[in-house]
């Protein structure tokens, strides 16, 4: 009788006016949104692309080490001047295929992270080209396929079963259905199943065109991974239009009107999908305060520097010079010479004599230098609290609640699938600064800021760095994201598995008459 019922609950839904015009709308939301992803993100592959270039040559044009702590590069080599910005190596977060269908967090958190040897490596350079100059792109770029999934096909979802019930029992058909020898659980199973399965035809046409899309992107390798994370977004995003589909079925159990369940529906729908979860998302938002949080770390940071250079006059006292660096000390014919020990400390000096006081200056130099890596992380320490603990733990508490609705837990697992997760990012951040730690290490063994290389790259004292170290990124293996995902994931069974019992239990009791 299940199946009889299957089939009736299949064929009324996909003659139903509702089910055209929200699949119509999906379909070409998707359609939409896919192409211009796609262009969007083909335009960032090429931006990843030519910088990944750009850092591979960086290594080869560095000429003294202290370029890696400026950001900046002087040479007044062959008596040509040279500046250059942005010099330091910059760590490459690789686009993901998978952004065209989840977004996640990958746009507002960006993917190239300058490693310099003063900071600890927190936050991202934005690459994100021609979106801001394209109002066409910019406005399709608000939002992805999840979002179609979570409004247009989570309203058919509600909608179409919030007067399964109901309808019927107007009608006078539930009764008569109920006199033959199904039983009420077996006449629920057979509606969800039709139900269900209504809502995979447009989940199935909207990952068809997600596929067409990302096969026809320039740029993407859609690997093994790729496909098996299409697979689980596809199942993830039934399971969602589920949930939705059982809160309208939950409805129909509870009203006797079908006017009644659809207005109940549309409230319910606005509620847990549209209202609670950006509500929290606002009173939850990380960088709301950030202005205030970074005053106050820099304010912390701060008296850290000014203990530093208290410590390196002491250093420079005790040898008798004024000054730190104490560039009194270094012979030099007419050149440039360039002084900044500000965030980013800064020397560079060319034409540089080798006497007996270049070498007491490279003493104290590689002394202060090493001393002011230990304020760096000092520094850092007392910035972490105001500009990465405090937006991390507001960032897991929205996760945690946006878990409690069926909207927020599917943003969440279908982000980690598609690997556009706030966690991944801060797995990447941890890769940059494990990157940053190798690259000071390879710097002592060189002796690098004791040697007159650091400052100056006169003829026969260019840095060489063709071995110094490279960033690699490790993305998330499949089975890491799933594991990732299933807080949320396990919130949408549970959902799904509650609302079904709660189904049973009202229906049980329903007056057909």
């Not at 629920?188 to 096969?215: R, S």
């Not at 063994?445 to 690699?472: C, I, K, V």
Request: charged share 20%; net charge neutral.
């Amino acid at each position: 009788m299940i199946s009889v019922v299957f089939k009736k609950e299949l064929l009324s839904h996909l003659l139903s006016r509702q089910f055209a015009i929200c699949t119509a709308l999906a379909v070409l939301l998707m359609s939409t949104n896919g192409l211009v992803s796609s262009q969007n993100w083909s335009l960032k592959k090429a931006s990843y692309q030519a910088k990944k270039a750009v850092e591979v040559q960086k290594p080869r044009d560095i000429t003294y080490y202290g370029v890696l702590a400026a950001d900046t590069q002087r040479s007044d080599r062959d008596k040509q001047g040279i500046y250059k910005t942005q010099v330091a190596p910059r760590a490459l977060r690789a686009p993901r295929p998978l952004e065209l269908f989840a977004q996640g967090d990958e746009a507002r958190l960006g993917q190239a992270v300058p490693v310099l040897l003063f900071e600890v490596p927190y936050l991202a350079e934005q690459v994100d080209p021609l979106t801001a100059d394209n109002h066409f792109l910019a406005l399709f770029n608000t939002y992805d396929m999840v979002y179609v999934f979570q409004l247009v096909l989570g309203l058919l979802a509600i909608l179409m079963a919030s007067e399964t019930i109901s309808s019927e029992k107007e009608a006078g058909t539930l009764r008569l259905t109920l006199t033959t020898n199904i039983s009420r659980a077996q006449l629920l199973a057979g509606k969800l199943l039709g139900g269900v399965t209504t809502l995979a035809i447009p989940t199935a046409l909207g990952f068809i065109i997600l596929m067409i899309i990302l096969l026809g992107t320039d740029g993407a390798d859609v690997s093994l991974a790729a496909w098996w994370g299409m697979g689980v977004l596809f199942l993830l995003s039934l399971l969602y239009l589920t949930v939705l589909y059982l809160i309208g079925l939950v409805v129909s159990c509870a009203t006797g009107r079908s006017a009644t369940s659809l207005v109940y529906a549309l409230f319910l729908w606005a509620l847990l999908v549209v209202v609670l979860p950006n509500t929290i998302a606002a009173l939850l938002n990380e960088r709301a305060n950030m202005n205030e949080k970074n005053d106050q770390a820099d304010a912390h940071a701060a008296q850290v520097w000014d203990e530093l250079e208290q410590n390196l006059q002491d250093l420079v006292r005790t040898h008798g010079q004024r000054r730190y660096p104490p560039i009194e000390l270094v012979e030099r014919k007419t050149g440039r010479m360039m002084i900044d020990f500000g965030s980013k400390p800064e020397l560079y000096m060319n034409n540089i004599a080798d006497t007996p006081g270049l070498a007491t200056f490279q003493d104290i130099f590689r002394s202060g230098e090493l001393l002011r890596l230990q304020y760096a992380q000092r520094a850092w320490n007392a910035q972490a609290p105001f500009v990465e603990t405090f937006p991390r733990r507001l960032a897991r508490q929205n996760a945690q609640l946006q878990r409690l609705f069926p909207a927020g837990a599917y943003a969440q697992a279908a982000s980690a699938i598609a690997g556009t997760s706030q966690e991944e990012f801060y797995g990447f951040i941890e890769q940059v600064r494990d990157y940053r730690r190798q690259l000071l290490g390879y710097l002592k063994d060189r002796d690098a800021f004791g040697s007159r290389t650091y400052f100056n790259d006169d003829s026969g004292w260019e840095a060489n760095l063709s071995d110094m170290p490279r960033f690699q990124e490790q993305q998330a293996t499949s089975y890491q994201r799933l594991r990732q995902s299933l807080p949320a994931l396990a919130g949408l069974l549970l959902y799904a598995a509650g609302l079904f019992v709660l189904a049973n239990r009202l229906f049980a009791r329903y007056n057909a008459a």
